[in-house]
């Protein structure tokens, strides 16, 4: 069974320090992983995708197959960041179903 | 952007009573999505659709769930007789392979 795990459900951080939001996953299969970014009483939004190799508002993420690990940083974060932000994980199935790990709330402050 | 349209945006309703849950996917997307979070906890698939039958659904989605996609544009999603424990934000999603977009969600309190 697929299972995607976010250790931390809160995040609190001063505004220019390093964020990292940690994701671990277990798949049998060849995984694709998201982050998914839900902005105080708004949707789901995706942030990004493995695939894609691509940055985000400046935020970056690595798969490490080895550490089955997909975890979200960036280097400097802002207060605008503050949200809640899911990992997930999308199967090769035919449902073609996404896998949301708990959540980690980050808070920026001042 | 294309955006996937859900209403209501809140839903009170009677315990054992049926209700009805609206979404609107975007028009070039072959796959929907139903998903809810109970508050507090994680988002949890219910059911994805595609070709105009369910192709997978977890073990939530029992016999008081139903979807459908009556008229080629709406997909909705119907439990029978609500109970407490059904109170949740229900997210609908459709995806193509590059990704899922989700609606806005529909708030359902089961009283």
């Known amino acids: 069974a697929q299972r995607v795990t976010q250790p931390e459900k809160l995040l609190s951080v001063f505004k220019g320090a390093p964020v990292e939001l940690k994701c671990n996953y277990s798949?049998?299969?060849?995984?694709?992983l998201f982050w998914y970014v839900q902005y105080s009483r708004q949707r789901l939004q995706l942030l990004l995708r493995?695939?894609s190799r691509e940055s985000i508002k400046g935020f970056t993420a690595d798969l490490n197959k080895g550490e089955t690990s997909f975890h979200l940083k960036k280097p400097f974060a802002q207060e605008e960041d503050s949200a809640m932000y899911y990992c997930?994980?999308?199967?090769?199935?035919?449902?073609?179903?996404?896998?949301f790990g708990g959540g980690t709330r980050l808070m920026v402050k001042p | 952007e294309p955006e996937v349209t859900q209403t209501p945006s809140h839903q009170v309703t009677q315990m054992g009573q049926e209700v009805i849950l609206r979404c609107v996917p975007i028009?070039?997307?072959?796959?929907f999505y139903w998903y809810r979070q109970i508050l507090g906890q994680k988002v949890e698939f219910l059911v994805s659709?595609?070709?105009?039958?369910?192709?997978?659904k977890s073990e939530i989605f029992d016999d008081q769930f139903s979807v459908e996609r009556p008229d080629g544009s709406n997909f909705t999603l119907k439990i029978r007789s609500t109970k407490l424990e059904d109170s949740a934000m229900y997210f609908c999603?459709?995806?193509?392979?590059?990704?899922?977009?989700f609606g806005s969600g529909t708030r359902l309190t089961v009283v």
């Open positions: 999603a459709s995806s193509t392979v590059y990704g899922y977009t």
């Open positions: 798949y049998s299969g060849s995984p694709e």
């Open positions: 493995h695939i």
């Open positions: 997930a994980l999308r199967s090769n199935n035919a449902g073609n179903m996404l896998t």
């Open positions: 028009s070039n997307h072959l796959y």
């Open positions: 659709f595609y070709n105009n039958e369910i192709s997978e």
